[in-house]
Each structure stands twice: as structure tokens, then as C-alpha cells.
């Protein structure tokens, strides 16, 4: 971002950081619908934004910084156990 781009995302403008600042408010609003939403929505919800999320992180770590790369990896690790743990969940928990 010192020299004026955001990786892939090219060059940093408006537009940019409210595209940014809205994949970064996923994971929060996430939070909230998972408590608010019934759980079989909840469960494909998890599986699409998770699935979203770890094509936006794999697409930003070529030619990324190492410290990010790591980061990227946490993330892509954490999102993929988050589709997993929504598939596997036990449906029967889904009826009570």
C-alpha cells in the first residue's frame, strides 16, 4: 500500500476501501448471524462466505510479503475448518 496499490486489487481509491472495509466486516456480521439465523441457513451461509473468503486469500498471496503470506495461511487454514465443521455439524442438533 506505500506505493499507492493494494495487491491484486490494483490502485488504492474510494471505491477500493469500501470493497476492503466490507470483506473485512464478514467475519463480524458472521458472528451475529450465526446466533440469529436458523442453523441449517446458518450452515450454508458458513459454507458460501467461507468458500468466498478462501478464494479472496488465495488470490491476494502471490507476490505478497512474507508476514502477510503467513497471516493468508492462518486464514485459508481457519476458513477451510469453518466449511468443514459447517458441513459435518450433526443434523439431528439442527431440529431441537
Avoid: C, D, H
Amino acid at each position: 500500500m506505500a506505493a499507492g496499490r493494494i495487491g491484486p486489487l490494483g490502485e488504492a481509491n474510494n471505491i477500493i476501501f469500501v470493497v476492503v472495509s466490507m470483506i473485512l466486516a464478514v467475519p463480524a456480521l458472521m458472528i451475529f448471524l450465526s446466533a440469529v439465523l436458523s442453523p441449517s441457513l446458518s450452515r450454508w451461509l458458513k459454507v458460501l462466505l467461507g468458500l468466498l473468503y478462501t478464494i479472496i486469500e488465495a488470490l491476494t498471496f502471490p507476490g505478497s510479503a512474507l508476514f502477510y503470506q503467513i497471516v493468508v495461511v492462518l486464514e485459508i487454514t481457519l476458513t477451510v475448518l469453518i466449511i468443514w465443521y459447517a458441513v459435518k455439524w450433526p443434523i439431528s442438533s439442527e431440529s431441537q
